[in-house]
């Protein structure tokens, strides 16, 4: 099934690009970038086997490719940012979640801007990392440029290895996909670890207040 996915998904952005041009590129980049997965690892590299082709240009897509990304991270950002006060008012009252809020938060102060900036070299994450910039509300000027520079990187990497790769293009997915995996293992697993370790906080919480009661 999830392979089924992966072909409409590239199908869908191969003809977005062969039809929109370098506005394709923008608007599947900044789709991608709006928590949308859409995958960059097939735009870029299309892109850049197009290149080879004299259609594109690689500097230009990842001018364009940034620009796009950019552009789909602020929107992000902004939704993130207007609902801030009431997931802040949601964990306040939620006293099993309250710590780790606070303790994502101190993370994202002390180190948001670091992290956009890797976060948009990583399959997966980058397309997401937004949200929680905006959620925290990390400074915005310095968002906006380390979210461009990372996503410039990324795009000319990708388009580059698409024109190098030339009508090749395509093996490309194979392998970034396995990284997907590979997240998203670490994701699941992340979370049930996390959902293990709540849970015997409340039973521990319920045993204690149980005890105090008695008393």
């Given amino acids: 099934m999830f392979s089924e996915i992966l072909s409409a998904a590239a199908a869908f952005v191969l003809s977005v690009i062969k039809k929109g041009g370098y506005v394709g590129v923008f608007v599947l980049m900044a789709l991608e970038s709006c928590n949308i997965p859409i995958p960059s690892e097939i735009i870029m590299p299309f892109s850049g086997f197009l290149a080879t082709q004299k259609i594109f240009n690689l500097l230009i897509l990842a001018i364009i490719g940034g620009l796009g990304n950019l552009f789909g991270s602020l929107i992000s950002y902004a939704i993130a940012f207007k609902l801030k006060d009431n997931l802040k008012k949601f964990f306040v009252k939620s006293r099993f979640f309250y710590h780790d809020y606070l303790s994502a938060e101190r993370f994202f102060l002390k180190h948001g801007i670091k992290s956009i900036f890797w976060a948009r070299l990583l399959p997966i994450v980058r397309t997401f990392i937004s949200f929680p910039a905006g959620i925290f509300k990390v400074q915005i000027k310095k968002f906006i440029i380390y979210t461009f520079i990372g996503a410039f990187f990324w795009s000319y990497f990708l388009a580059y290895l698409g024109y190098y790769l030339g009508e090749r293009w395509d093996v490309l997915g194979q392998y970034f996909h396995k990284f997907d995996y590979l ?33």
């Fill in 183 to 215: 997240i998203v293992a670490l994701f699941i697993l992340g979370v049930i670890y996390y959902i293990i370790k709540k849970i015997k906080e409340i039973k521990k919480y319920t045993k204690s207040s149980k005890n105090n009661t008695q008393l």
